[in-house]
DNA sequence: ATTATTGCAAATCGTTTGCAACTAC
DNA sequence: GTAGTTGCAAACGATTTGCAATAAT
């Protein structure tokens, strides 16, 4: 019988010597802030978040961590329309908590909803698939939105 | 017999003086680079096009105007993860020729289809209201993005 | 020991803004 | 004439980068 070794909870050390990468204290603390929360995380508020425990870590690190763990497809980029990019984990961003979002074109309010979702599920593989075929694109992750006015901006 | 007046080709002007704006040449000159290319166009890209009809144009009334534009729903903001923001009419993006897009997460190619929208139109116009009566959005305009990697980047 | 990673400060770059001149109405 | 609009240059803010010091292997 082989013990499953998980590392550090997610096998992350494996993953990051696997790509020529070293698992250090700073990437630790930025995935594990991202671990701990939904939300769709700023850089800046990763790096407010992060320095609570660990004050010497920078902001440029939290940058270029962040780059990294994109190209990884650790994490998933993404946008909303105000200036900053956005953050989150790309499991959470997939899991069967997989969400899409409404975003108000007046005052920038997200709402995540994660209804209706499984009939859009389904459509998507159809689509992925199709895409993939036609267009030879290797598909491994896909986002909606939907923009209008929120209750209050009406 | 009444005659349908249709202004500057689109009714501009009326769509302007509507919201208390004013047509000006600048603004015919935007709008009209954008109705020639079906392209996502940078600001950038917008002002260098005025500029060679109206070189007395500033970068700064493109931003000012695109900013218009997008309040006023003409146009749709998009973002494919490179720095700088996308411009397109809305009336192209909404049109029969809907459309959306394959990203390439490495190289950051961008592939436009067409195909396999119309189930999903029709699911995400289900989708839609289901999502305007649960959190009474409004909702104009959605985006559906695939992520991955291109044949090339693969 | 070797090489990746980091913190810091400076640099970059898309975008915004203050203001006086200008233009649509 | 009265606002809304514009060009210019300066300001801004998010992100990137050069470099010497540091940490992971």
Request: glycine share 8%; hydrophobic share 35%; with cysteine.
């Amino acid at each position: 019988m082989v013990l499953r070794l998980r590392g550090e909870g997610h096998g992350w050390k494996g993953r990051f010597r696997g790509c020529g990468y070293r698992w250090t204290l700073s990437r630790k603390a930025i995935i594990d802030v991202l671990s701990s929360t939904k939300d769709h995380m700023s850089a800046e508020e990763i790096y407010n978040s992060v320095q609570k425990n660990y004050p010497s870590i920078g902001l440029a690190t939290v940058y270029r961590t962040l780059e990294l763990l994109v190209e990884m497809r650790v994490v998933m980029r993404l946008d909303f329309g105000d200036k900053r990019a956005r953050y989150e984990l790309a499991e959470t961003f997939s899991s069967k908590d997989h969400h899409h979002h409404l975003v108000c074109n007046r005052c920038g309010k997200i709402i995540e909803y994660t209804e209706f979702i499984e009939d859009e599920v389904e459509l998507l593989e159809k689509t992925e698939k199709g895409l993939s075929m036609k267009y030879h694109f290797k598909i491994d992750n896909h986002m909606i939105q939907f923009y209008g006015l929120c209750k209050a901006c009406q």
